[in-house]
């Protein structure tokens, strides 16, 4: 047992060699200290305001910046990797198209039929006319008009997008009334077009689930 314990020398070598490892860390931590970027605060303040206003525990999309009525939300960060023109493009018809969408949706539920409707489909609702449009043969003109706006319209997105200076949605109808007006007019009434337009989105997608769900007509409940 007495063997196995190390002598006087070998325990007072030993403390040297931990002290001077311990002393090089010292030197090697101060070292990188001194390099180290002090706090100031701003970093903290930077990040918070960098995130997104509509959902502010993830970042906001910086591609958005400077677009009517960006709010920061771009969750799935799509405008990473698509040119937010084109999805400011599709937000607005999309948008246009459920506004007029919704109004017909219930104007016919309402009982406004257009001069000429078919017989066959005027006991029809707004959710259950598909079937009766298609064996008419209504769809398939609409198919075919919706093609050639699609078509027509392109050539408009298509120059916007190699840097022609046309902003997304503009197709030149209604612009005479945003004449002798303000940048800071015409941007309220950029916001409150695409206000109308998410809203127009929501509301469609709720009034064909209720009408649906309910089987009633207007108001749905």
């Known amino acids: 047992l007495v063997q ?4 006087r020398a070998q325990y007072d070598t030993f403390i040297q060699t931990t002290m001077m490892k311990l002393a090089v860390l010292a030197a090697a931590a101060g070292s990188a200290a001194a390099f180290a ?7 903290a303040t930077s990040l918070a305001a960098d995130k997104s206003q509509a959902i502010p525990f993830l970042p906001a999309p910086s ?21 937010v023109d ?3 493009e599709a937000e607005l018809k999309h948008g246009r ?3 007029l969408a919704w109004l017909g ?3 016919v539920d309402l009982g406004l039929r257009v001069p000429g409707y078919p017989e066959a489909m005027s006991g029809a609702t707004s959710a259950t ?8 043969g209504a769809l398939g003109n609409i198919f075919i008009w919706i093609a050639i706006a699609e078509m027509t319209s392109w050539i408009g997105v298509s120059q916007m997008l190699q840097g022609s200076g046309r902003e997304p949605g503009d197709f030149g109808f209604g612009k005479q009334y945003l004449e002798g007006k303000s940048e ?16 127009a989105m929501m509301a469609f997608a709720g009034v064909v689930t209720q009408s649906v769900l309910y089987e009633k007509g207007f108001p749905y409940f």
């Not at 196995?4 to 002598?7: D, G, K, Q, V, Y």
């Not at 591609?63 to 040119?83: A, E, H, M």
């Open 86 to 88: 084109y999805l400011r």
């Open 97 to 99: 198209m459920c506004q």
């Open 37 to 43: 970027p002090a706090s100031n605060g701003r970093a």
């Open 184 to 199: 800071e007019q015409i941007n309220k009434i950029k916001l409150q077009e695409i206000t109308h337009c998410r809203a």
């Open 63 to 83: 591609n958005c910046d400077g677009y009517v009525g960006n709010v920061g939300f771009d969750p799935l960060r799509v405008s990473d990797y698509f040119p």
């Open 105 to 107: 949706y219930v104007a």
């Open 4 to 7: 196995l314990l190390p002598t």
């Open 129 to 136: 006319v598909h079937d009766a449009a298609v064996e008419f």
